[in-house]
């Protein structure tokens, strides 16, 4: 990683850094989504017509598969926002205790720990957003694999 990255997370504290991590995971899980829309759900479509099972049974188990990981990608989307305002906490904290040390007459002091409280804030609002959207996708394009899945049981 570059200094300027390193430099950053460093202002950021704790907080950016999980921000970071549970935002790697949504991408993940909505990655794993999209390559499923794009490819696997005609797969495992392909795999389970031929099989034993009845025709009523394969619906469920297709559409689950279709919906699967998006409790887990709304968690990730949800707990965003909230670590943003633990970072705004833990910033004020070194704030407060750069006032209780020196008063006001340390400038320096008091702007990291508003850098520490806003900086997660930004990085976790942001993630939120792109979490909304990308949750917002993937169930369109889940609800549309799921009217391909049951045309391809009736005509099958």
Do not use: K
């Amino acid at each position: 990683m570059s200094a300027r990255l390193l430099d950053l997370f460093a202002r950021g504290g704790l907080p950016l850094t999980a921000i970071a991590l549970v935002s790697t995971l949504l991408w993940l899980l909505a990655l794993e989504r999209y390559w499923y829309y794009a490819r696997g759900w005609r797969i495992q479509l392909a795999e389970e017509l031929p099989g034993p099972h009845p025709r009523a049974v394969l619906l469920p188990v297709l559409e689950a598969a279709l919906y699967r990981n998006f409790e887990l990608i709304r968690s990730c989307r949800r707990m965003l926002p909230l670590l943003g305002l633990l970072g705004t906490v833990s910033g004020m904290i070194l704030v407060f205790d750069v006032m209780n040390a020196f008063g006001t007459g340390n400038p320096r002091g008091m702007a990291n720990g508003i850098s520490r409280a806003l900086l997660p804030v930004l990085a976790g609002l942001l993630t939120t957003l792109c979490g909304l959207a990308l949750e917002a996708d993937l169930r369109r394009r889940a609800a549309a694999c799921l009217r391909r899945v049951r045309a391809a049981l009736a005509d099958a």
